[in-house]
């Protein structure tokens, strides 16, 4: 293999990998915040349902081992 074909393919890999990331990262992005707003959620959740059952601070182990 020669060294013009080595620096094409090389180039092409390059591309190739900038292109896939500018596709799969913001993907990603998005991904990460939407599962970081269903873990605020689900926070909110637990301690609605805590002070729905007036459990403060007691998890459902801990109330189930009482």
Sequence with gaps: M???TTL???GTMIATGVALAAIILPGLRE???DVGDLRERMARLEGLFDGFTKRSGKRASEHAAE
Excluded: A, K, S, V
């Design 8 to 10: 094409t393919l090389g």
């Design 2 to 4: 020669d060294w013009p």
């Design 31 to 33: 991904l990460r915040r």
